[in-house]
């Protein structure tokens, strides 16, 4: 199945607000998967024993998606911190927005708003990048070759490997939509000597 690519925040981040004398602290974490969020999700829980509430909403590649409104009326906490995440288009991602009651009641239409703001504010600050789909190309060339290709490759390719033995072999990375051409390259920069071959596929962030 071919990857498609996805955006995840590269830092966690935490962000503040008080409305109405209640106080919003929202929290975004990357995830790798559910145990992960879940773990990150029952340490905020923690560090915030004496809040009112710590509602969250998490979503994984693969369509995994988590929302509670911990106590809060329903559709007003989790499923706007979820529609932070699907609007954005952000996986492996953990939003958990902890609230402190003011006394002061804001109203369905308020909670949503605020929950919103937060999660809104927590995920811009954490560094968002693009996960892109990438092909992982395997090659071999003889050393005579290695002065006039290597720094073609490195320009033009992420490199995760090069093994020297009889000849040198590159294991390396090319975004998808650049794989034909990066293959024409290196047969043509090899004279036909190298046949690259693609082995794989793996994200890289982009």
Known sequence: MTLKPYKTPSVSSETEFIINRSRFIGRCFPVE??????QKLEAVRKLHYDATHNCYAYSLVGGVRRFSDDGEPGGTAGMPIMDTLIRSGTENALIVVTRYFGGILLGSGGL??????????????????????????????????????EGFVRANATVKDVEFTDRIRFECLVENERC?????????????????????EEYLPL
């Open 180 to 200: 034909d051409a990066f293959v024409s390259d290196i047969i043509e920069r090899t004279d036909g000597r190298a046949a690259p071959n693609v082995i794989g």
């Open 112 to 149: 949503v708003r605020a929950y919103s703001k937060s999660a809104s504010d927590a995920l811009s600050a954490s560094e968002i990048r693009t996960m892109t789909p990438c092909s992982v190309i395997e090659f071999s060339i003889d050393y005579t070759r290695y002065g006039a290709i």
């Open 33 to 38: 998967s559910e145990e992960d969020a879940l």
